[in-house]
């Protein structure tokens, strides 16, 4: 519990950095020279600053002897630096079937590079660290839960429907470390994005 409390600190510094940088500049009313700083306008072309998606995810695993899948949702939001490269936190949750694996979590963070282009398709990858979080629920809970490192890392496509509104679709390798050992899962998703 430490550890993700950490990780959601850590996540909230680097989200309030970004905000301080969007905030204008204070005007100095002694100093007559002094003008406020004009506001960072994005050309149309350019990208909006963040990017909020919401969709569904399958993932499967083959962890602590256990090999199950799960269905679920993630959430990502990202704060775009530039065109090209923004700061990603994404949160996934998954549940499994009764017998097996009850719930999967992974919470992350990492940058996220996109192909900006003005056409309707625009292909992205993104790398992040963070922690997963097991719940069994198996014969007497022998499993029960289980939290280690784990990291994302894959890409997709987003589709533009409208000025703000993608469709997405993406893929990604999931590795956890688990009893000493680096674990190989994968996940497939697809859902709404909006930028803001």
């Known amino acids: 519990m430490r550890k993700l409390l950490v990780l959601c600190g850590t996540i909230l510094c680097l989200s309030m950095t970004a905000a301080a940088q969007d905030a204008p500049v204070a005007f100095d009313a002694s100093s007559p020279a002094s003008e406020p700083a004009a506001p960072v306008s994005f050309h149309p072309l350019d990208r909006t600053s963040w990017q909020l998606g919401i969709g569904y995810q399958f993932q499967h695993y083959n962890v602590l002897g256990q090999a199950f899948h799960t269905n679920g949702f993630n959430t990502d939001l990202t704060r775009y630096l530039n065109n090209w490269i ?14 097996t694996c009850g719930c999967s979590v992974f919470i992350g963070a990492g940058p996220h590079i996109v192909a900006h282009s003005a056409g309707r398709f625009e292909p992205w990858v993104h790398v992040l660290v963070g922690w997963q979080h097991f719940r069994f629920t198996q014969s007497g809970g022998i499993l029960g839960g289980n939290s280690a490192f784990g990291f994302m890392g894959g890409g997709g496509v987003d589709f533009k429907f409208f000025p703000h509104a993608y469709w997405r679709v993406q893929g990604d390798y999931i590795g956890t470390h688990f009893q000493s050992s680096m674990q190989a899962n994968y996940s497939f998703g697809s859902g709404l994005v909006l930028n803001f």
């Open 86 to 99: 923004g700061i990603e936190g994404t949160a996934a949750m998954g549940f499994g079937r009764a017998t």
